[in-house]
């Protein structure tokens, strides 16, 4: 039990060194990582309801190349931003983050998702428009129900430097949703 420890202690020292030295690269690896983890849990899900199909790397792959390219990147600039207009980890400073962030970025991101993702599995604008018009609103009713919470417990407490890994690991459960939603239909 103490070799665990303290493997995961030097995992977790190695991994924070990296995330100060190289903060995008970081963000994004964990972010690609962690897409690649959700899809694969949602699928596992799936195949033990449905013995016939077959886990799809190609789709594992997709969330894990849109979480490294887009999400990563998207969380760093974009908490850096609200950082800099409201730099207080107060709760009025963390009540507005996370109101602009739902306002904002969530529908924004959503659509990158659906987007992204369509762009990436080969589809046609009109199959991504389509996409889009049956389940943007739904995703991004369920991100309202979701976000503000855990955006408020990460503009409020984390510090900066780790809102994006904390935001990543509770993407864990949401990637899954996304995942399920873009494949779904």
């Given at each position: 039990m103490s070799r665990l420890l303290g493997g995961l202690k030097l995992a977790q020292?190695?991994?924070?060194?990296?995330?100060?030295?190289?903060p995008l690269a970081t963000k994004?690896?964990?972010?690609?990582?962690?897409?690649?983890?959700?899809?694969?849990?949602v699928q596992s899900i799936e195949l033990s309801r449905d013995k016939d199909k077959k886990y799809d790397y190609k789709r594992s792959m997709?969330?894990?190349?849109?979480?490294?390219?887009?999400?990563?990147?998207l969380f760093h600039y974009w908490f850096k931003l609200l950082d800099?207009?409201?730099?207080?980890?107060s709760i009025k400073h963390a009540v507005i983050k996370l109101t602009i962030d739902q306002v904002v970025c969530s529908p924004v991101f959503n659509f990158l998702f659906f987007s992204g993702m369509g762009v990436l599995e080969g589809k046609s604008k009109d199959e991504i428009v389509e996409k889009l018009k049956k389940d943007w609103l739904t995703t991004y009713i369920s991100d309202c129900m979701v976000w503000p919470i855990?955006?408020?417990?990460?503009?409020?407490?984390?510090?900066?430097?780790h809102r994006v890994t904390f935001m990543n690991v509770c993407n864990i459960g949401w990637g899954a949703f996304l995942a399920k939603m873009n494949s779904s239909h």
């Open positions: 020292s190695h991994y924070l060194s990296q995330l100060h030295k190289y994004s690896v964990t972010s690609g990582f962690l897409y690649l983890i959700s899809d694969s849990l997709r969330m894990a190349v849109f979480g490294f390219c887009v999400t990563g990147p800099k207009w409201y730099p207080k980890k855990i955006n408020y417990v990460n503009f409020a407490y984390i510090s900066s430097i």
